[in-house]
């Protein structure tokens, strides 16, 4: 362990870096741009993973695998969204190494083994699932088909962040097929708010459901509906999407069904993502400056107990009296680390658990075994509390289910805190700079004033909320009539 | 469902491919060499991980991940190893396509993307992963590591089959570092044993544990220990391995350790995986002409109940009749499909079902309705048996029990029957050919021999078994001295 400390105050981005890499949650490769997912952070990201995957099944989604490469004449089909992708792809020309005849011991790309047609790392996937639905997907008994996969992406960014913007990153794509329009808006609704549901009831970060503006759709789609977070430094960060694609793929790849009443028709489609990027998401919404806070939901080791000793004897009586309880509480399926390492003193290991955002510490010394007590830290609020061994397993089980409400509700109340009705354009200026997070306010709908307040102050339509109070006004820009608010912000 | 029928007898191969696509496993894509994995397919698969991440949790490992790409520089630093896999590599040489001048709406790979050094999709991730252990290694205190990760590998095949050998493929990678040679060892034995005994109680698969001879092992190894199957039709396959390392990738990437006396030594390594090849063996060791036959333990549906019936009411009536009793297997954690469509009838289901391998078939009509009796088949003996409803779960339970065992049972059994000593070339040839399966011969324990009768017959030696026989005895080829039998087969 070593926190190279850093405060978010003095610079937010280094103590970002800082703590997604000494709480060993990842770290940069030798691969440009491409992150190593350390154990501790991988195992934050399955738990993601098993509270996404059981709600796709319970919506009734099946998991499937599809190649890692698209060929190119596949990949360029649906032209808005290849062009979308086209500069930020990984292309595979060779097959094949031989040995360098100039360099002894090393290799170099046998130029005879170049590839007749050039392979596109997936940067998404809806390519070569659509060319493989054609093959599915002949009648209306055919449709739906509700298919998810987990999978990794590439697209070459220039600038990356771990877990915010890698070069490769882990994601579920689902990709959806429906006979008509309606089931596929319905279905893009759907995923969107179960991805709402997850980042509120497990990630413990509340967000806003909206509608993309047109420059901010997904390449490809009609309308791409997000959630979007507010980190602690009062920036947003998109943390999924869900998107309705028309009949774009359908006809880019010539997928049509026959109707119930005999009749061809293009199939609707709808396909929804998130990432590692809710990695970053977690850490910038809640840690603090000793580190990590993990909400008890998402923790691998929600309870660290570290015993205060001298001596074996000491540790042993401790072990003795604890052990019984560390049962009862991982019968609750609680899980718990009694840390008796005699290599370190208390003291390293509370600044350990508190980086790794453990979110109850127990320790026990010598005198809680003759008071029959032990204290209780929370690592979120930082309280400390000694409380009698009596009942402990249920203290520490209501105690979880707490934390895991309050946390979300400091983020809430931080973020609805953070957002701003502005009327001026000086205000926005202001409030963007100085406050910080989202500010609503009147836009006159054309992509050339959103583009033009981009380039002025870096702020983006993030999203136009559901059911949006429909309120006339002026742009905040160009002063031109609006018909409602939209959200601002600077964003990840 | 269209099982385009061939049996075993008649083409095996055509037989194997038919089952796969039909019964919704997998299908060839449109990338030369990849599969996709369809949603029934996958569902097995999944079961597989689950079973085997468990396993590997409780043996103390930890999950992570690591870069899909290796830089050659990287890629080439253990040069036995590259050179094993410089032949299958598939090479990113650009990251950019641009819009095609003169092809109006088309792409081409960007001339001035290209990478100053060439990435290697990942045919195995021992140089990134040693490359990255070597920051994660100072002190004895650092050992052992322990990691697993769940991955899409490339290997380019010229000649493919689903799930046996395809250029992109699933699996899992465990790489571990350790003190001492001792527990390098000792790791490698544990994991093949891990993968041994999930092959006998999940797979339902016997399988022989041996180490393979020097011409067989992995590139970069000391030492590769394995479990063979043996398929229907008389081949072996190599169901997973696990390797010693030695101190390779510790010289090749120079990670040393202080060790408890304060001396630097080079760590020592193992690595193991399995892969969605396990899916073609658990199809060739258990599978009948009818399609399909799965073991209970790895069946995404384990009950399927077909009502038999005229007119909505007879159906409403059973429905209700059944409603109970599938609460009741779900209950106990039985996975049961109620097969309610009135698009097809019970003749067909029964069909898709048994071609999907379901273990148990429940029919049910008016008259079982009158006499309270149900039909129950099993898929693997095709025996039906018509059985009182009272206390029905606890007798669907027992079965598919006891049809786990007996599937494996009877593998072991034509297993058992198809190792055969043999003393005599001619005789080698013989059962080679007409008996097939495994042959336990004497070799003289030259690589020139085991080459020659590779050439000559196709087979080769799959591994000496552990705790193999110490019987001298003259080679089956050039009749020189040999201290033990090997088994010989023909793989795939």
Not at 194 to 220: H, M, N
Not at 222 to 248: P, Y
């Amino acid at each position: 362990m070593a926190f190279d400390k850093v405060t978010r105050e003095q610079d937010y981005s280094k103590w970002y870096n800082n703590l997604v890499e000494d709480a060993d949650l990842a770290q940069h490769s030798s691969v440009r741009g491409c992150m190593v997912i350390k154990p501790y952070g991988y195992a934050i990201w399955e738990k993601m993973q098993q509270e996404l995957d059981r709600r796709f099944k319970e919506t009734g989604h099946q998991n499937a695998y599809f190649p890692l490469f698209v060929p190119k004449s596949l990949f360029e089909a649906e032209e808005k969204n290849a062009e979308g992708f086209a500069k930020e792809c990984a292309v595979v020309t060779h097959y094949r190494l031989e040995s360098d005849p100039d360099k002894e011991g090393k290799l170099r790309v046998d130029p005879k083994a170049k590839l007749e047609e050039e392979l596109i790392v997936r940067p998404t996937s809806e390519a070569i699932i659509w060319n493989t639905y054609k093959g599915w997907i002949q009648s209306y008994r055919d449709l739906p088909i509700l298919v998810n996969q987990w999978a990794n992406v590439v697209r070459w960014e220039m600038r990356t962040r771990l877990f915010l913007r890698t070069a490769e990153f882990l994601w579920q794509e689902g990709h959806t097929a429906h006979a008509t329009k309606k089931e596929a808006v319905e279905e893009t609704r759907q995923m969107l708010e179960v991805y709402a549901e997850f980042a509120e009831t497990v990630l413990a970060i509340p967000t806003i459901k909206g509608t993309k503006t047109e420059s901010e759709r997904f390449a490809g789609a009609d309308d791409t509906l997000c959630i979007e977070g507010l980190m602690q430094d009062g920036k947003a960060l998109q943390m999924g999407t869900s998107h309705f694609l028309g009949q774009n793929f359908a006809k880019a790849f010539d997928v049509k069904y026959t109707t119930k009443e005999g009749k061809q028709d293009y199939v609707w489609a709808t396909s929804w993502g998130v990432s590692t990027r809710l990695m970053g998401a977690l850490i910038m919404t809640h840690s603090d400056d000793e580190g990590l806070v993990l909400p008890p939901n998402l923790a691998p080791i929600q309870v660290v107990i570290v015993p205060i000793y001298r001596g074996m004897e000491q540790l042993e009586t401790i072990s003795d009296r604890m052990e019984p309880i560390i049962k009862n509480l991982r019968k609750r399926g609680i899980t718990v680390k009694f840390d008796n390492r005699d290599t370190h003193k208390p003291g390293y290991k509370f600044a350990e658990w508190e980086l790794k955002g453990v979110p109850i510490r127990i320790a026990i010394g010598p005198r809680d075994l003759e008071n029959g007590t032990v204290e209780v830290a929370r690592r979120d609020t930082k309280e400390k509390q000694v409380l009698e061994l009596t009942d402990i397993e249920n203290k520490i089980e209501h105690l979880l289910e707490a934390m895991q409400k309050e946390i979300y509700l400091s983020a809430l109340n931080f973020r609805d805190n953070h957002i701003t009705n502005v009327n001026t354009w000086d205000e926005f200026k202001e409030v963007l700079e100085n406050k910080t997070g989202f500010i609503s306010a009147h836009w006159d709908g054309t992509a050339e004033t959103e583009d033009k307040i981009k380039e002025l102050t870096k702020a983006t339509i993030r999203c136009i909320p559901f059911d949006n109070k429909q309120e006339p006004g002026e742009c905040i820009y160009t002063g031109n009539p609006s018909k409602e608010r939209v959200l601002f912000a600077k964003a990840y």
